[in-house]
């Protein structure tokens, strides 16, 4: 995914996030940048995809905020590298916590904000998306190659979501973030397609 952070209209195309905290995001943000060099998003776990809205923004987000303080903090477990059929991207899973990402999914996933996924949604952070065929295979292994030479801390605690929006240039804002279990809310930026 080529970011162009000089293209910043706005698009009706928006996602829930949960950012991955340092040091572990900083070594994912690293691999990712070595298995696909033209990527420069954050290390995240997608709690829902890019979709299109059919509500305005500030409705949504109004719908996140107030679903987000029934959900406690996961402690969440990467696990391996794998590859999902079909779409070829390469991923950490996540361990048996992907359950609770899940059912957010599931509950999140309405008012607005609802999508039929084209895929099975499995709570995962990407490491490699968008490769030519010939590159899968090459690319998992020096993946895999990676992760277990990471020999830090595993983990991390699941516990803001964020609203963002995509943008032409393929550059993802953060509108807004929301704690999980308080409903503590943190508006980022302005809740409007421009």
Not at 61 to 71: S, V
Not at 123 to 133: I, Y
Request: charged share 25%; glycine share 4%; with cysteine.
């Amino acid at each position: 995914m080529l970011c162009d952070p000089t293209r910043r209209e706005r698009i009706n195309s928006f996602a829930l996030v949960s950012y991955i905290p340092d040091p572990l995001a900083a070594f994912l943000d690293d691999l990712r940048q070595e298995l696909v060099p033209t990527c420069f998003l954050r290390a995240h776990i997608s709690i829902l995809p890019p979709r299109v809205l059919s509500v305005p923004p500030d409705e949504a987000w109004r719908h996140i905020c107030a679903l987000a303080p029934m959900f406690s903090p996961v402690d969440a477990q990467l696990t391996d590298v794998q590859v999902f059929p079909v779409s070829n991207v390469i991923y950490l899973a996540l361990g048996t916590e992907g359950d609770r990402v899940t059912e957010m999914h599931a509950v999140l996933n309405s008012n607005g904000l609802e999508k039929a996924e084209p895929f099975e949604f499995v709570p995962h952070v990407t490491l490699a998306q968008d490769l030519q065929p010939g590159e899968v295979d090459s690319i998992t292994e020096a993946a895999r190659e990676r992760w277990d030479e990471y020999k830090h801390q595993r983990w991390f605690r699941l516990e803001t979501i964020t609203f963002v929006q995509n943008t032409e240039g393929n550059n993802w804002i953060d509108l807004g973030e929301c704690r999980l279990g308080t409903g503590d809310v943190h508006l980022l930026e302005p809740l409007a397609l421009k």
